[in-house]
C-alpha cells in the first residue's frame, strides 16, 4: 500500500534534509487554476543545483515529472504542500524511535 505524508517545502527541508529527499516520489501542484482547481503531478524530487531554471525562482527543490511525452520540472516553495509518498514510516519511526 503507498502511503503519504502531506508536508511543506520548509518542513521536508528541515525533517528530512535534501540528501534524503532527492529522488523521493511525491505528488505535487503543477497548475493552480483561477477557479481553485489544480493539476496534481506524481514525480521525483530533485535538487534545485540540478536543475536548470530561466527564470527567477524561490523554490526550495524541484519535482520532476513526465507529461505529454516530455519531461518538466515544478518549483516546490518553502510554504508550499507536497504529499512524500512512502515516507510515512519514517516519520513514525523517528518520532516513536
Given at each position: 500500500m503507498i502511503s503519504g505524508l502531506p508536508i511543506t517545502?520548509?518542513?521536508?527541508?528541515?525533517q528530512f534534509g535534501m540528501e534524503k529527499l532527492h529522488g523521493a516520489k511525491c505528488v505535487a501542484v503543477s497548475v493552480l487554476y483561477g477557479d481553485g482547481s489544480m493539476q496534481m503531478v506524481f514525480g521525483e524530487i530533485v535538487d534545485p543545483v540540478d536543475c536548470a531554471i530561466d527564470e527567477p525562482d524561490d523554490s526550495v527543490f524541484f519535482v520532476e515529472?513526465?507529461?505529454?511525452?516530455?519531461?518538466?520540472?515544478?518549483?516546490i516553495?518553502?510554504?508550499?504542500?507536497?504529499?512524500?509518498?512512502?515516507?510515512?514510516?519514517?516519520?513514525?519511526?523517528?518520532?516513536?524511535?
Open positions: 517545502g520548509r518542513q521536508a527541508i528541515e515529472y513526465f507529461s505529454a511525452d516530455d519531461w518538466y520540472v515544478t518549483g516553495a518553502a510554504d508550499e504542500q507536497v504529499v512524500l509518498l512512502n515516507m510515512v514510516a519514517e516519520v513514525a519511526e523517528v518520532n516513536h524511535g
